[in-house]
T-cell receptor, first 110, second 115 residues
Framework: SQQGEEDPQALSIQEGENATMNCSYK?????LQWYRQNSGRGLVHLIL?????REKHSGRLRVTLDTSKKSSSLLITASRAADTASYFC??????????FGPGTRLSVLP | SAVISQKPSRDICQRGTSLTIQCQVD?????MFWYRQQPGQSLTLIAT?????????ESGFVIDKFPISRPNLTFSTLTVSNMSPEDSSIYLC????????????FGPGTRLTVT
């Protein structure tokens, strides 16, 4: 299985602080994607990083990928209460379907 | 990207009945996917639905329980048959508009409660 596993399972921070979530997986991948889910609703695609990339940025989001350690991290800088959500990583490979990790529940306190 | 809608957004159903969930996309896509998210859990792929062919089911999911239709490139349905309380979940459809990008986009989900 190439299931991603997020760490920590839950994270609580104050508004303005940075939040870091980690994702580990077991087998080789072509890409890794991060999604956000608010209150059990649909998933919002945040960012995709390919196996030949090491870092990507999108606004306040920074994603890193270390294929040697089979791990990725999602950093949200200057967090806001609206960032409160569950964050999932999903790994993909050629000819195979996505596998989602269990997710990290982020709470940003005002 | 793609804009995806699902109907119904939520429903409460009785044990033994069936519910059909609709997924509509604003553009033509080849690949559509159906996922289940049980309470407090992550997403599990139920099946891949390609237009013009039978859906491909993942291990643990069978066509008799989760029949899928894909009549055209913008629409799909998932039926949850003979429901039990264990089927209470959020059901999400997703699409992959550009196969080379590997990005999937999700609908808002259907929250199903079986009593």
């Amino acid at each position: 299985s190439q299931q991603g596993e997020e760490d920590p399972q839950a994270l609580s921070i104050q508004e303005g602080e940075n939040a870091t979530m980690n994702c580990s997986y077991k087998t080789s991948i072509n890409n890794l994607q991060w999604y956000r889910q608010n209150s059990g609703r649909g998933l919002v695609h945040l960012i995709l990083i390919r196996s030949n990339e090491r870092e990507k940025h999108s606004g306040r989001l920074r994603v890193t990928l270390d294929t040697s350690k089979k791990s990725s991290s999602l950093l949200i800088t200057a967090s806001r209460a609206a960032d409160t959500a569950s964050y999932f990583c999903a790994t993909g490979n050629y000819g195979q379907n996505f596998v989602f990790g269990p997710g990290t529940r982020l709470s940003v306190l005002p | 990207s793609a804009v995806i809608s699902q109907k119904p957004s939520r429903d409460i159903c009785q044990r033994g009945t069936s519910l059909t969930i609709q997924c509509q996309v604003d553009s033509q896509v080849t690949m559509m996917f159906w996922y289940r998210q049980q309470p407090g859990q992550s997403l599990t792929l139920i099946a891949t639905a390609n237009q013009g062919s039978e859906a491909t089911y993942e291990s643990g999911f069978v066509i008799d329980k989760f029949p899928i239709s894909r009549p055209n490139l913008t629409f799909s349905t998932l039926t949850v048959s003979n429901m039990s309380p264990e089927d209470s979940s959020i059901y999400l459809c997703s699409v992959e508009p550009d196969r080379s990008s590997y990005e999937q986009y999700f609908g808002p989900g259907t929250r199903l409660t079986v009593t």
